[in-house]
């Protein structure tokens, strides 16, 4: 069974420019969540999806970051235009669902650089 | 403070036992998770417990669960240097969909 797939791995751009991530998550995974990693915490969500709608976006920051999941599958998060607080690793995560256990499955993540 | 505590770092000796600790605040957990994170790669889950159990055992992994005092630990057996990574607990609340992490605990095994 193939994993989540994340493009780019690495990305570096400057303050105020714009970047978008891409997520595949596994076949037949409804749940689809983007987190942010800053160096040395745990991963904070970003924003969480079932099939292609939105169940919690409360810690996005909505004036520069946006995401969808257009088609219930691939998923985009873009940050527009990007401040240097913003760099982080992004993880992408993909789950069955959202009932018990929930079994998060994630992605290498990408790591963005803002200088 | 912190909703899920953990201890920055453990350092072991290869062979030996490691046990990480996790404290949480939210007496309605229902799920506790550990994650692992090795450089450079997205998190692995490696096991979970449901809050009305106390143990769980995995071939080299033993949850142990308090939940009177809100605490987690994870013991590694015959610790490998393929175990050196970041260790994540997390807590799955009571009408939350989503776990909370903690901020993680590098574990460093040394020959």
């Known amino acids: 069974e193939a994993g989540v797939a994340q493009s780019p791995r690495y990305k570096i751009i400057e303050k105020r420019q714009s970047v978008a991530f891409w997520c595949n998550p596994i076949?037949?995974?409804?749940?689809l969540y983007w987190y942010q990693q800053i160096l040395g915490q745990g991963p904070k969500l970003l924003i969480q999806?079932?099939?292609?709608?939105?169940?919690?976006d409360s810690q996005l920051p909505k004036d520069r970051f946006s995401a969808e999941r257009l088609k219930g599958v691939d998923s985009t998060l873009k940050i527009q235009p990007a401040k240097l607080e913003d760099s982080a690793v992004y993880l992408c995560?993909?789950?069955?669902?959202?009932?018990?256990?929930?079994?998060?499955?994630f992605g290498p993540g990408t790591r963005l650089t803002v200088t | 403070g912190e909703d899920v505590e953990q201890s920055l770092f453990l350092s072991v000796r290869e062979g030996d036992s490691s046990v990480i600790n996790c404290t949480y605040t939210?007496?309605?957990?229902?799920?506790l998770y550990w994650y692992k994170q090795e450089p450079g790669a997205g998190l692995q889950l490696l096991t979970y417990?449901?809050?009305?159990?106390d143990m769980k055992q995995d071939q080299r992994l033993t949850v142990l669960l308090n939940k009177k005092d809100k605490h987690l630990s994870l013991r590694i057996a015959d610790t490998q240097t393929g175990d050196s990574a970041i260790y994540f607990c997390a807590e799955k609340r009571g009408g939350s969909y989503i776990p909370t992490f903690g901020r993680g605990t590098s574990l460093i095994v040394h020959p």
């Open positions: 995560a993909s789950s069955v669902g959202t009932g018990g256990a929930v079994e998060q499955y």
């Open positions: 939210d007496s309605s957990s229902t799920y």
């Open positions: 999806f079932q099939n292609n709608g939105v169940v919690d």
């Open positions: 076949s037949g995974h409804a749940t």
């Open positions: 417990i449901f809050s009305n159990m």
